[in-house]
């Protein structure tokens, strides 16, 4: 049986390795547009894959389906008001970044502000990578990865840490060849051959789950039975224990998603790529319409772990275990070597991204801009790759250090907030005035990223008195905001600092792209609303 495992697993990872390869054997990686914007030639489907699997990496399948196993439905906020703020990046953001012509979110900063506001963007982006972003992506994978495959039975492995470094390490030094040599097509095209596994291979599992549940009478008699036996865990709407609140959709929540949607280099890198504001447009648009059904295989496999185990069979299982688990019991061995072979790609995706984000980052904004500046671009790439691999290895012993944390991806937002927020703020006052000196920007990071790191591990009591960690974002975004067009006002620059023009690709907009958006934003609230138990929100 194993060999049906571990067959599959790599007759998939082999074939999505060696079609990249082939798909991308003639591409010129030694320039800075080759290598970090993939020659600006990304059509929309490839946008719209690798936008997808570099959202639902690990900590989306593994970290998500273990909140949803501890809390049910209303973990579903982070997938269905993710609609919101890619419709914002579709119609207000990517136009404005693609005009400007910028290669990374901090190069925008400069143009607007200075060249010191940002080295200090850049710097932020990648202390975060290398201590947040990159150690959850390996843990949750190995974890999952752990999971899915049985390792211990498989390998005859009894040692969980053992498992834990070996599965880290194995997924890390794979993950840094596929970002550090290829450069963004590779990524994007071995992103969307794998996000077309995991649609198919997410929703094959919910299938075979709910036939399970269903016992013999289909999968829609199954969610039903488990809808009527426990149906607290399908309210949207979050209850007292909940790791968010239903107000804190609207403020901390919301504008997490903006940043990472919008304005966080790992994600939009590809969209930067876009062969034209109208393909960008598209492929935005249609990652907004994946992200609706989400749920289906980010949020219910962890409710039918709980249903499955907790419930009907008296097992508390740790969340983080729950979905590697759920795999496990309805998949065959083949499917499972194919299906933890479609997750392996969801790592690589997720990792690969950051890792070539974080090059990107560095020889462009670090090394061409302070160690060698004017220096060839050739040269650049090739300090951006090695910069990648020492970020891969830091990552890969910081990982193992995240065992104990239960909901992970709801830690992971947390961090997330860490520095989104004040990049975020920083970013709207670029995009929206003219006149905003260079000092409020540097005050509005520098200040905003300290404040953060007091209130979340000196004095938490200060988000506590805020009503939570989620409204404290919220305000502090809007404080930063005040903050910056107060200085403003009181100091403002001698004449308006405009962004630049560039014409490196067609800027005419997809003309159904308002309609599209409109229609996924409806949707959106629809979906929401069909599981909202008001009185749960009333009672609070």
């Keep these: 049986m194993w060999l049906l495992t571990i067959g599959s697993f790599l007759f998939f990872t082999v074939l999505v390795g060696v079609l990249t390869w082939w798909l991308t054997r003639n591409d010129n990686g030694d320039t800075n547009t080759g290598f970090f914007l993939a020659g600006r030639s990304l059509t929309f489907p490839l946008i719209a894959g690798s936008l997808l699997l570099t959202n639902l990496s690990t900590e989306q399948l593994v970290g998500l389906n273990g909140d949803a196993y ?168 979050p209850g007292p224990t909940a790791p968010t609140s239903f107000g804190s959709m609207f403020t901390g929540a919301l504008l997490i998603h903006v940043f990472y949607w919008c304005t966080n280099q790992q994600i939009i890198q590809r969209t930067l790529a876009s062969k034209s504001l109208a393909e960008g447009q598209k492929g935005v648009l249609l990652a907004a319409g994946l992200k609706l059904i989400g749920p289906c295989f980010l949020v219910l496999p962890g409710i039918i772990a709980y249903y499955w185990f907790t419930v ?20 065959p061995p083949w499917l499972a070597g194919f299906f933890a072979a479609v997750m392996v790609g969801a790592i690589f995706s997720s990792f690969d991204s950051v890792l070539n984000s974080a090059s990107t980052i560095f020889g462009i904004g670090i090394y061409s801009t302070i160690i060698r500046p004017n220096c060839p671009e050739k040269e650049t790439v090739v300090a951006g790759k090695w910069f990648g691999w020492i970020m891969a290895i830091a990552a890969m012993f910081i990982a193992p250090l995240l065992v104990g944390h239960d909901n992970i991806f709801t830690y992971l937002q947390q961090m997330n907030g860490l520095y989104s927020i004040p990049i975020l703020s920083v970013g709207f006052v670029a995009l929206l005035t003219r006149r905003v000196p260079a000092v409020a920007a540097k005050i509005g990071l520098v200040g905003g990223f300290v404040i953060l790191l007091v209130a979340n591990f000196i004095f938490p009591k200060i988000m506590n008195i805020c009503g939570g ?61 069909k599981f909202a138990d008001i009185s749960v929100l009333l009672s609070h």
């Design 312 to 331: 009907k069979q008296g097992i508390t299982i740790e969340p983080v275990d729950a979905y590697g688990r759920l795999v496990r019991l309805v998949l």
């Design 469 to 529: 960690n989620w409204h404290f974002l919220g305000i502090l975004f809007v404080a930063l905001i005040v903050l910056m067009l107060a200085i403003g006002a009181i100091a403002p620059t001698d004449k308006a600092r405009e962004l630049e023009t560039s014409n490196a690709i067609e800027l005419v907009p997809w003309r159904y792209a308002w309609i599209v958006a409109l229609a996924l934003l409806t949707l959106s609230v629809s979906v929401y609303w």
């Design 70 to 237: 501890s809390f049910g439905l209303n973990v579903m906020c982070w997938e269905v008001t993710a609609v919101f703020a890619l419709s914002a990046m579709a119609l207000f953001f990517l136009p404005r970044f693609l005009k400007s012509g910028i290669t990374t979110v901090s190069q925008l900063l400069a143009q607007r502000f200075d060249k010191t506001t940002q080295i200090i963007c850049d710097l932020i982006f990648l202390l975060a990578y290398a201590t947040v972003l990159l150690p959850i992506i390996l843990y949750t994978g190995a974890q999952g990865l752990t999971e899915i495959l049985d390792v211990n039975a498989l390998f005859g492995i009894s040692s969980d840490t053992a498992i834990l470094w070996g599965s880290v390490w194995m997924i890390g030094i794979i993950g840094a060849v596929y970002a550090l040599f290829g450069g963004l097509r590779s990524v994007a095209i071995s992103d969307t051959l794998n996000s077309i596994g995991l649609l198919i291979g997410g929703l094959l599992i919910v299938y075979l789950a709910l036939v399970l549940i269903g016992d013999g009478q289909g999968a829609w008699h199954g969610f039903l039975t488990m809808r009527q036996a426990i149906p607290e865990r399908f309210n949207s709407i």
